[in-house]
């Protein structure tokens, strides 16, 4: 079992306020972070894959299908966005970073069937740096042969 | 207690397999696949797990780790074409995904006594790519 990590940049905006709380709470809890204008980051975003290498390839998923997946479900609709007004899940859901990892993690797997349908390689961690002195991770357990779709056969991965 | 040492070399290699078209290479390795190679600056992280040995304070000697660094991988892959110098590349696709666990088998070949262990390895092929190979999950 082998474990493949690939980075990924984006930069958004975003504020720290819950609605639950009033404005001296907010203020108290999130501070600067609180600001009515929001701010913004540089999010270095990496994706671990595990799985068994292809005896053939050599590869536990083609990356490129990993970056079109990335860039698709997550980085197009994060990228230079305000992530309170332009993400739907932070409408009601506070933009932190630890929700923001949580967010793209079950978008990721939502969708991870679709883009490798040949392979039995799981979403095994997202870690996430806001700034270089703060990071977020979640590791992923292997998903329960039942979550999982019927797996094609592992040579697929060289006709698809 | 882990204890972590580092380690650098450079090689060219090219990912294809020869029984597929060009089309097909290029469809799974994308521009890895350039049939005259490329090159990388890869970066190796290995970490022992151990405990002190209780005479030296040591749970291996470093400069001892850094000669089998040097001997397994340095010197047989720095400024290497892999796929043409350093077995079994000539044989096997050398992505970071088969040099890691190569990088492994020679580093698990090497390092290990009473008090420590190799338990990972994590190679990055670039600043935004690594593959990490772990100890129980190597297999």
């Known amino acids: 079992m082998t474990t493949i990590t690939r980075r990924y940049r984006f930069c958004a905006s975003h504020r720290l306020h819950a609605e639950a709380l009033s404005e001296s709470e907010n203020n108290r809890v999130f501070g600067k972070c609180n600001n009515p204008y929001g701010h913004g980051h540089d999010y270095v975003l990496d994706v671990s894959v595990t799985g068994e290498l292809n005896a053939t390839t050599g590869l536990i998923v083609k990356l490129a299908d990993l970056d079109h997946l990335v860039n698709t479900e997550v980085l197009s609709g994060f990228d230079h966005k305000n992530l309170n007004l332009e993400v739907a899940e932070f409408e009601q859901l506070v933009p932190t970073t630890e929700n923001v990892v949580l967010v793209i993690a079950a978008r990721l797997k939502k969708y991870w069937r679709i883009y490798f349908p040949y392979s039995s390689a799981w979403l095994s961690g997202i870690s996430m740096q806001e700034t270089e002195r703060n990071s977020f991770e979640v590791a992923i357990p292997r998903p329960a042969a039942t979550d999982s779709v019927k797996i094609l056969n592992e040579s697929v991965i060289v006709n698809a | 207690m882990f204890i972590t040492r580092k380690a650098e070399f450079s090689?060219?290699?090219?990912?294809?397999?020869?029984?597929?078209?060009e089309a097909e290479n290029f469809h799974i390795y994308g521009p890895e696949s350039h049939a005259a190679g490329?090159?990388?600056?890869?970066?190796?992280?290995?970490?022992?797990?151990?405990?002190?040995?209780?005479?030296?304070?040591?749970?291996?000697?470093?400069?001892?780790?850094?000669?089998?660094?040097?001997?397994?991988?340095?010197?047989?892959?720095?400024?290497?074409?892999?796929?043409?110098?350093?077995?079994?590349?000539?044989?096997?696709?050398?992505?970071?995904?088969?040099?890691?666990?190569?990088?492994?088998?020679?580093?698990?070949?090497?390092?290990?006594?009473?008090?420590?262990?190799?338990s990972k390895i994590r190679l990055f092929e670039g600043p935004d790519l690594f593959v990490d190979v772990t100890r129980g999950l190597a297999a």
């Open chain 2, 11 to 21: 090689a060219s290699h090219v990912c294809r397999v020869d029984s597929l078209s």
């Open chain 2, 38 to 118: 490329h090159g990388h600056n890869y970066v190796l992280e290995v970490t022992l797990e151990g405990d002190p040995d209780p005479v030296t304070g040591m749970v291996m000697d470093l400069k001892e780790l850094k000669d089998i660094l040097e001997e397994e991988i340095i010197q047989p892959m720095d400024h290497r074409f892999l796929n043409f110098e350093v077995p079994p590349f000539d044989k096997v696709v050398p992505t970071t995904g088969n040099l890691a666990h190569e990088i492994w088998r020679r580093l698990d070949a090497r390092l290990g006594g009473a008090h420590f262990n190799l």
